[in-house]
């Protein structure tokens, strides 16, 4: 057979939750006689349910190779792909958009990209491109008042004015444009409708076209499911021992389609269902669409766009999952569920009974749901829903409610109350028996008071409970009972504007700005440094056609592998049994660290676990097979044996166990007991923070392909760092260096996170590989590389602050730890960039520091964006908010009054100026408006009881590089053919960050010829040996510097053909230089930036160089349930002079996003045994598109320079991060606020992550309090001041 091996669709997370293989559907809707487009994850798409239909993949859209849609252009056009793993699924969202609605608005846009996760970009540029294709907008990049779809060209302009112009032919390509059309083939196949019959081995597939022949069927497989969407069903397909042997899929069948307002069909899916409301809840008079406005509520945050276009109503209502949204207000609706089977039709309620599953109540094994039919409501009756998530879109709720109260007519007398929550207990729970007791009850604060308390009792939530978070479900149990109790009131009363509503307009207002510098006027056009150029790989991206490990073509004999990994924290192994897995069918062989023929791993950390394991998650031995699907059945039957021993899991843990990884680091400056003794006051107190998942795209993956000869081996890996790859394939098999080929074409995203890590991968397949002889290929599951990689590590931080009553700090004696988990790996480095950086940008006059790096047994964590910054900087600046709300002082002043002045010296004595510290700072001030805004949140939250506002201002002072010269060499090699094209090479590796778009760059300037005669093809180690691991915001500025060596070198050895010539093209000296034997190829070298840490004299220049910034939040928290909406930010970051400024603000775009999601989003969950829980994007939250800005701007800092590095640039690959911390001050500010007007003590500590449980539970009020401590006490109390209205 023929494969297509069309490698553009992504495969992210394989359960619905990151969108990277995102594709369109169509399908021929006999009935309406229309075409229906749709994106759908196609991880969960049966391939038997295509029948009918046209998937279009990326590459339907547009190819290099053919020609390039508009979206596609745009996309790359814009910066809106950096690493571009996430670029196809973008591109296949928007453009099922535009293939229903021509001009959508910008909220279609939005939720059109709810589904799609990107973890380098911050969205901003992605939203930006699609925006151009926005009903009444273009693109909001020029601001000039024109609109950009009137011209050939698409134009952003800098501060100064000067527009960097991208060329965008967008008329006349978006009318030329033509789509693929739907099959017509297709079309007289559905008329026909016929029963389709699919056979597998094991199960067969059956979509019938009646109904009659649906129950039939269903009455013969009582037991069959009945698969539409499969979003729930498809969750478990990586379960090899769940399967059905008879699977019906009743997509074609009339009955079960139809869409009516009222009777919906059960097939219809949740996407058709959420337009037809829309469409059809203006038509109606209000009283009567009351659970229709709540139904669309949901369904505009419920999963993405893509979940929501395949899930369908019947699915949703008999899988009743606890927390799915819509079942509590389809109960409280008294929604009626029309049944059939080959006995005859019924109906029954879709009440609580039926979503606990009473059998009484329930749908037969024989029965289907036909249609759903969701009365209207009337005049007496309110409904509302909640939920609230640990997201706001595209992720399940933590808790969500459905209630409903009807009246006697023209009263406030209850006739009938329905209360639902999701998200409590397995199913959805209905608080029936309190709403018994209310009835006949007014709708005053005495019945709520007493609402509450029976809700309480009756919703049993228990300290264990599975889930956890048990005090804020419970309060958000009550804090939604409140909200709708003002929901009502208002209803009733007319008279007030209702709490909630505005958190759901979100999105609608985004604003963004980007301020690119200024290129010298007298800079020749050709000369592209400084410019925005595209990312070299952008049109690929956008296309599909740039090629990551797992798109590399299978090769002859390939093998997969997959691996058995320890359930225990730490135990010995007392035996593995392979015998079963080794009768799976496919299964190939099973490799143990008995088959490494060299060293099983380096000296800190083992390939295969040998004797003992120190982690769930540890690789113990790997199954290879002919399929992945067979070697995963493999691995599930391979059985160990464990010994328990004693883990030790937490920082309190190692602590006690004085289990640590090295010994103490510690720096001190000045007089730490003096410093204390001058002090007007000294505070205590101590900050906990989560870690952090690199939730890379691209997940690890490793091809190795053994060669015929010489034992040599070719890698093609997904790494940071293919020296170290190569140096352990061949310990491991005993070779030498000059055996082992990395290649590495390009990452889809890493962030620290495939530094030390890829190359434990590239062992274990090079170890199966060798013991096979036939390549193998492993690219890890999601789930299985969230549970082996480790992360970011999370930091305990003890502080101990002496200061003035005017703010100056006189003393600080911080400890710092972190959780290194089970392996050295890079957590010494991590420790020591944590004790050299906490002073972040204060001069902390008398200063202790000591830093302890735990081991523990957890995944090993490693390298992080940051690395050790983002916690060091956060733990500071929490000593200086505590400081400011002991003094009684504005934050802000407290930061400069502390902040570094003029030439100083850091507490490990380097020298730097602080200058443009200041610069930054106050520039933030000027641009954010940061005193005026401070004012209106003031006045803001002054009017408002349950909606705080909160802002922040944040300074910076980011050390980048590496504490030792060696790691800062790099090397390059550039050859020139015989035409003129020239062959730029280097050890640097593409991340996303654009490191080869940048060497183009330098190339084309050094060489002075158009980038369009420059290529890059791989890094390789065959080409640029030895190269130190891309990272420390220094990959790209040292590897330029090797480059431009070669690039010089060149260019000096065509010196005199060009003094013979001057007039004649770079053509005719090649071809001169050629004959006259010069050679056409250099290699580059650059030595390192001079650096050396002296942790004995406590002494050192320890980093290249400083670079500053500052970034100012605001946000807004909703006191009743932790939410918050990111308002507004501004950065001013100091990039001197940037190569190229799309690139670096692409950078701290994303860079600021992915600190936003450390600090208020992203937390990792482990079993009391040190599992961790969190292992996809189900449980694990990275910003999405909800959660940037709704304004960002972005500024670089003009007139700076840096002597040290190329052109005088500098590197931002991470300094963008901490600036996230703006958003957690500027939530802490917000919860300040409110706790001020409860009365609260304002000396709290806030952890981090600030998630939403956090936030609510800090805004303490008497719905926490009722869950708490005074559980009885709250009788009393509610009457007196709820606050109920407030000013919007
Ligand atoms: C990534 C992701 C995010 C999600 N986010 C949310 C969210 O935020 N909020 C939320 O509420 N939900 C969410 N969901 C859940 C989603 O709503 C449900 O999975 C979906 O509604 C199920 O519908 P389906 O058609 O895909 O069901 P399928 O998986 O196709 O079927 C599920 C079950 O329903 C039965 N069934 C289906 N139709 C009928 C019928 N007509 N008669 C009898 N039995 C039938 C099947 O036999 C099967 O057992 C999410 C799901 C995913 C994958
Ligand atoms: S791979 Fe399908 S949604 Fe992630
Ligand atoms: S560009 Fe979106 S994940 Fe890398």
Redesign the pocket.
Known sequence: PFAVHLSGTKYGCG???CGACTVMLSTYDPIAKKIRHHPANSC?LPISSLHGAAVTTVEGVGSIKNRINPIQERLAKCHGSQCGFCTPGMVMSIYALLRNHVKPSMEQIISALDGNLCRCTGYRPIIDSYASFAKQTCCQLRGTGQCCLDQEELGCSSSAGVRVVIKLFILTFLKTYKSLSFPPQRIVQEQQRKTLIFCSKRTTWISPSTLKELLELKAKYPKA???????????KKNDCDAYHPVILH?LRIPE?QVFSITDDG??CC?AQLRDILMETIPKLPEEKTKIYQALLQQLRT??GEQ?RS???L???V??R?S????NPILSAGKSVLNLASDGGKRQIFLNDQFLAGHKHAD?EPKE??VSVLIPYSTKDEFISAFRQADRQKN???IVNAGLRVLFSPGTDTIVDLSILYGGIGSTTLSARKSCEKLIGRQWNDQMLSEACKLVLEEISLPPSASGGKVEYRRTLLVSFLFRFYLEVLHGLHQMIKCVSKAFYNYCSDLKTHSCLQDVDPGQSPQDPVGRPVMHQSGIKHTTGEAVYIDDIRPVDGELSLAVVTSVKAHAKIKSIDISEALQVPGVINVVTAKDVPGKNGNDEEEAFAKDKVICVGQIICAVVAETLTQAKCGAKKVKIAYEDLQPVLTIKDAIKHNSYITKERKLEKGDIEKGFKSADKIIEGELHMGGQEHFYLETNSVLVIPRMEDKEMDVYVSTQHATDVQKLVASALNLQSNKIMCHTKRVGGAFGGKITKPSFFAVIAAVAANKTGRPVRFALERDMDMLITGGRHPFFGKYKVGFMKDGRIMAADFQCYINGGCTKDESELVIEYIVLKVDNAYNIPNLRVRGHACKTNLPSNTAFRGFGFPQAGLFVETCIVAVATKTGLPHEKVREINMYKGVNRTAFKEKFDAENLWKCWKECLVKSDYHSRKTKVEEFNRKNYWKKKGIAIIPMKFSVGFNATYFHQAGALVHIYLDGSVLVTHGGIELGQGIHTKMLQIASRELKIPLSYIHFCETSSTTVPNGKYTAGSVGTEINARAVQDACQILWKRLDPIRRKNPKGKWEDWISEAHKKSISLSATGYFKGYVTDMNWESKKGHAFPYFLYGAACSEVEIDCLTGAHKNIRTDIVMDASFSINPAIDIGQIEGAFIQGVGLYTLEEIYFSPEGEQLTLSP?TYKIPAVCDIPEQFHVYLLPNSCNSIAIYSSKGVGEAGFFLGSSVFFAIRDAVAAARKERGLPLDFTLNSPLTVERIRMACDDIFTKMVTVFPFLFLSLVPLNLHLYEEI
């Not at 499911?225 to 969750?235: A, D, E, K, Q, Y």
């Not at 927390?323 to 819509?326: G, N, V």
């Open positions: 359960v619905g939750g969960l499911p009945l698969v539409v969407g499969n979003t729930s069903l498809g969750l009743p079960m059960a097939a949740l419920l999963a979940i395949m899930a369908s019947g699915g949703h008999v899988s999952g927390a799915w949204d819509l749908i289907v749901i992720a399940f709720s189900d």
